[in-house]
């Protein structure tokens, strides 16, 4: 087919994914691996990233640059006053305490840690210790890795900062937009930028270069279809394919369906172009009737076309048409 590499390949159906997307489905349908190893891969890719090492190593600093609010505790004093009274407070208290006129309720200054900032830190951290998690809790016979061993220790760390007096009582919550921009806005931007970093990084973990590679040879040649497909729907400006989304494990763009297809074999795979089935070969070719007749016996009784080189993809779009044609009538 044309002088792409893979990577350019998927690069160019990568930058098509409709924004935001969730990572671990989206990404599992793409490049035809189970949900839980694609997890993994995110887990060790964003928990050893630049992103996180630079979170961990900058708490020591920013556990004492925590911004906080100032918030009013009520409090019984006796003898003293730790803040503005509260007379109707005081007075209830001292008439279930026998009228003890050195009685006070005093609403109490005291340093507030759960506010927007902070839990924009704490969902971070949290973000690297799922990773960590994910990158490891499947991997026992590997656990002797370098890298594997690396992700883990950050975790452990992300773990210990979660605990800190001053995090400890953080909600544990996923940062609003507007909680994010008060971050990234506020007077303490600097302390809270590696956090945001992280969470920036979540979105997108994984390079498409590492993701190509993610791929098996028979689904970067099913890339390559479905690439090639949209180019010519969308050649001389007859038409517009939408973003790609992922769907209950397929990839899914105006007219065409991608399934990477499983290891195993079983399942689909090719992309479909309505009712009609494209695929390439799944094993060394023989001769095209050969072939043909393999993907026949794929397609299970729907109709199907054989792609072995760029002429192929012009000839499958006429025989989309024709098929649909005659479904149709």
């Not at 494209?278 to 397609?299: C, H, S």
Request: net charge neutral; proline share 5%.
């Amino acid at each position: 087919m044309d002088g792409r590499t893979d990577t350019e390949v998927f690069a160019h159906l990568y930058a098509r994914l409709g924004r935001p997307f969730e990572v671990v489905s989206t990404l599992s349908a793409l490049v035809g691996e189970p949900p839980a190893a694609v997890a993994q891969g995110v887990g060790l890719a964003l928990a050893t990233s630049l992103e996180a090492q630079a979170l961990i190593a900058g708490m020591h600093a920013t556990v004492r640059s925590l911004a906080t609010s100032l918030q009013a505790n009520n409090e019984r004093c006796v003898g003293e006053l730790r803040g503005p009274v509260l007379w109707s407070e005081t007075m209830s208290a001292r008439a279930s305490s026998f009228g003890d006129r050195d009685l006070f309720v005093c609403a109490t200054p005291t340093r507030a840690y759960d506010i927007d900032e902070n839990r924009v830190l704490v969902a971070a951290l949290n973000l690297v210790r799922r990773s960590a998690k994910d990158a490891t809790d499947h991997a026992h016979g590997f656990l002797d890795d370098p890298v594997l061993r690396h992700a883990r220790s950050i975790g452990t760390a992300a773990n210990r900062w979660l605990d800190h007096p001053s995090l400890s009582g953080v909600s544990t919550v996923r940062p609003a937009p507007r909680a994010l921009r008060r971050t990234r806005t506020g007077k303490h931007r600097s302390t809270y930028q590696p956090a945001l970093d992280v969470l920036d990084l979540a979105s997108e973990p994984v390079g498409t270069a590492d993701l190509a590679r993610w791929s098996r040879p028979l689904v970067r040649a099913r890339h390559r279809v479905l690439l090639g497909l949209i180019e010519r729907l969308e050649a001389d400006g007859r038409r517009t394919v939408p973003e790609l989304r992922a769907e209950r494990g397929a990839v899914l763009a105006g007219p065409l369906q991608f399934f990477a297809g499983r290891r195993d074999g079983h399942g689909l795979g090719g992309v479909f172009l309505g009712p009609l089935m494209i695929d390439v070969p799944t094993g060394p070719v023989t001769d095209r009737a050969t072939a043909e007749a393999e993907l026949r016996n794929r397609a299970d009784g729907r109709p199907s076309f054989l792609v072995l080189d760029d002429d192929d993809l012009d000839d499958a779009l006429v025989r989309a048409v024709e098929v649909a044609g005659a479904t149709a009538s």
